[in-house]
């Protein structure tokens, strides 16, 4: 079994050099965990690597990726853009090529940084240590543009670091927008994924909207931008800075990304409201459903997220307001939100996130369908309904189950 200094040596004595490049410098400048490792070996070709390290399990098809030990090692190399889109590359490798320039390929400095694994030195050649001291995002070399999905690769590194963005970088993202629709609707996916894990989302959705390219895959959002709303309710601003203090809320109350997907997209009916309504929003919480789904089809969510997002938009109004409904309302919203994937407390954190002025916990405990809900269920259950209706089946059993929750809600 080699270690990584024993496979650097072995590479060193056939005339080579082995770096550890990418994300992992970056993570270990920023004191980060290092979920995995990539090397980069100059002063090989194909032939000698497998020469050399016979016991390499090669992968990938347009150019060779060796896995020892579980560690990725790939050749240096150059790249030219070949057609449209992001997997439109013709690679090359050569024994020639720097670490200078297989790092002039990569997107963004902070990821262009480079370390002999020997002799523990740095290669920076475009400054990423120091925008990484500065906590800004810029584009390595005018080879950004030729992969879009770098823009929403720079979009989610700005919420996950919470870095901004080189104006100069902004305005290639934006010379992408045309070829964005090239993307695969997974790779989107993934990148809105990570963005939402991320301690502010909103950065995101934020990036995208100063590069102008929300309207390809985020219609829905672009379209809350102007949508003015009640300004003694929400004094914020309109449905966009609405739903992006929301999202950023979700982010501080729960790790769940079908939660913070729910809390992100609560609103989207407000962005489909007729101008001459405004600032009022009726019927935004039905709209929305039907905008989830929309969104869910273009990038390829879960269905399990399309579900939470739908229940979020229909029921969080009246969840909102439920001390002020009847007992049979209520029911209907215990009932409907516990069976959906969402959940009451799902919805709770939706509601607490939605409604949050100042104080987000203060709110969330101040939010009581969820408990009350529980204990209606609870108490009033299919065996409480057999026990004193012994001879009631199908329909009339699931009618009775709800008016007994309905005189449970009543008499507490």
Not at 212 to 229: A, D, M, S, T, Y
Not at 230 to 242: L, R, V
Not at 257 to 276: M, N, Q
Not at 377 to 395: A, C, D
Request: proline share 3%; net charge positive.
């Amino acid at each position: 079994m080699l270690d990584i200094l024993q496979i650097a040596n072995k590479i060193k004595n056939e005339g080579g050099t082995l770096y550890l490049v990418g994300g992992a410098i970056r993570n270990k400048l920023l004191n980060i965990p290092i979920t995995d490792e990539d090397y980069c070996v100059t002063g090989f070709s194909k032939e000698k690597f497998q020469k050399v390290f016979p016991e390499a399990k090669i992968q990938g098809k347009d150019f060779p990726v060796f896995i020892i030990e579980n560690k990725e090692f790939a050749l240096a190399r150059k790249e030219r853009k070949s057609g449209v889109g992001h997997k439109a590359f013709e690679f090359f490798t050569d024994e020639n090529i720097t670490i200078e320039e297989d790092l002039a390929r990569r997107d963004l400095t902070i990821n262009s940084i480079a370390q002999n694994v020997l002799t523990k030195e740095l290669i920076d050649p475009f400054g990423g240590v120091q925008d990484i001291k500065d906590k800004i995002l810029r584009n390595t070399t005018n080879a950004f543009k030729e992969d879009p999905l770098r823009v929403y690769r720079t979009a989610r590194f700005a919420a996950t670091l919470e870095f901004t963005v080189d104006s100069a970088t902004t305005k290639l993202m934006n010379s992408l927008k045309n070829e964005l629709n090239t993307l695969s609707k997974e790779r989107v996916f993934v990148e809105l994924k990570k963005a939402l894990a991320s301690n502010k989302p909103s950065i995101f959705f934020e990036t995208l909207k100063n590069a102008e390219v929300l309207e390809i895959h985020f219609e829905e959002i672009l379209n809350l931008i102007g949508k003015i709303q009640p300004e003694k309710y929400h004094p914020e601003g309109d449905s966009y800075n609405h739903t992006m203090i929301v999202v950023d809320n979700s982010a501080k109350l729960t790790n769940n990304l079908e939660i913070r997907f729910s809390a992100l997209v609560h609103d989207l009916g407000k962005g489909t409201t007729p101008k001459k309504i405004l600032p009022h929003h009726y019927a935004h919480d039905l709209r929305g459903v039907e905008l989830v789904q929309k969104m869910g089809n273009r990038i390829a969510l879960p269905n399990s997220w399309v579900k939470c997002g739908k229940t979020a938009c229909k029921w969080h109004m009246k969840a909102g307001i439920f001390e002020q409904m009847t007992p049979s309302k209520k029911v209907d919203l215990i009932e409907n939100v516990s069976a959906s994937i969402l959940g009451l407390e799902g919805l709770k954190i939706v509601v607490a996130c939605d409604k949050a002025r100042n104080n987000l916990q203060e709110t969330l405990n101040s939010i009581t369908f969820e408990k009350i809900g529980k204990q209606c269920l609870s108490n009033i259950n299919g065996e409480y309904i057999r026990q004193k209706y012994p001879n009631i089946s199908g329909e009339e059993f699931g009618k009775k189950l709800h008016e007994e929750r309905v005189k449970w809600l009543k008499s507490n």
